[in-house]
C-alpha cells in the first residue's frame, strides 16, 4: 500500500528558531501534497496545499512567510517554521495525494517550541 | 458556509455496537471519507462513499444518503483497540477535504 512518511516524529525547539519537516511518499508519486496542523482534542486543520514544482496555495489565516513550504521533487515536501513561538506548538501531519479521491497521511510530526 | 456536524464524544461496552453520525453541508460533494485516528497518531483511512447506501467492510460499515446531507458509521463486535476518534470528511467539489471535529468513542469493558 501507499506509505507516506515524515521526519522528525518529534521535535523540541527553542522559541526564535526555525524547524524544518520533512514529508514523503516512498512508494508513489505526489504531485499534490498538503500540510495539516492539528491542536489537542481539535479535528485536522488544512493549512496549505504543496504542488510540486510550484507556489503552495495557503489557506485563510496561515502566514505563508512564516510556514515555508517547498515541493521540489514528487516524492518529497518540506514545511519549515520560522521563527518559532510556543503557540506554534502543535501535532503537524502531511498527507500525499494518490488520485483525486485518495490521500495518505504521514505519522505526524509533534513540535513543542519552549 | 461549509460545515459538517458531528458528535464530540460516544460511549459504548466492549462487544456491543456503535452508531456514529455525520451530517454535512458543503458547497458540492463528491465522496464522504470516514478515519480513525488514535491520540498522538495520524488519521487512518476506513471508508469512502459516494453513493447512496450502505457499505460494509468487516465489523465496520458506512452509510451515505446525499439528499439528506448525512452519514454514519456504525461499528459492530467492538473492542477495547475500538476506542479512538472517527473523524467524518467530505470532499467538495474542489476535491478537497472539509473535516468535521471527530468524535471520541470511549469503550468499556
Not at chain 1, 19 to 43: G, H, N
Not at chain 1, 65 to 85: E, P, Q, R, Y
Not at chain 2, 77 to 99: F, G, H, T
Request: overall charge neutral; hydrophobic content about 35%; glycine content about 8%.
Amino acid at each position: 500500500g501507499a506509505v507516506v512518511s515524515q521526519h522528525p516524529s518529534w521535535v523540541i525547539c527553542k522559541s526564535g528558531t526555525s524547524v524544518k519537516i520533512e514529508c514523503r511518499s516512498l512508494d508513489f508519486q505526489a504531485t499534490t501534497m498538503f500540510w495539516y496542523r492539528q491542536f489537542p482534542k481539535q479535528s485536522l486543520m488544512l493549512m496549505a496545499t504543496s504542488n510540486e514544482g510550484s507556489k503552495a496555495t495557503y489557506e485563510q489565516g496561515v502566514e505563508k512567510d512564516k510556514f515555508l513550504i517547498n515541493h521540489a521533487s514528487l516524492t518529497l515536501s518540506t514545511l519549515t517554521v520560522t521563527s518559532a513561538h510556543p503557540e506554534d506548538s502543535s501535532f503537524y501531519i502531511c498527507s500525499a495525494r494518490i488520485s483525486d479521491y485518495e490521500q495518505y497521511f504521514g505519522p505526524g510530526t509533534r513540535l513543542t517550541v519552549t | 458556509g461549509q460545515n459538517i456536524d458531528q458528535p464530540t464524544e460516544m460511549t459504548a461496552t466492549e462487544g456491543a455496537i456503535v452508531q456514529i453520525n455525520c451530517t454535512y453541508q458543503t458547497s458540492g460533494f463528491n465522496g464522504l471519507f470516514w478515519y480513525q485516528q488514535h491520540a498522538g497518531e495520524a488519521p487512518t483511512f476506513l471508508s469512502y462513499n459516494v453513493l447512496d447506501g450502505l457499505e460494509e467492510k468487516g465489523r465496520f460499515s458506512s452509510f451515505l444518503s446525499r439528499s439528506k446531507g448525512y452519514s454514519y458509521l456504525l461499528l459492530k463486535e467492538l473492542q477495547m483497540k475500538d476506542s479512538a476518534s472517527y473523524l467524518c470528511a467530505v470532499m467538495d467539489s474542489n476535491y478537497q477535504l472539509i473535516w468535521g471535529a471527530g468524535t471520541k468513542l470511549i469503550i468499556k469493558p
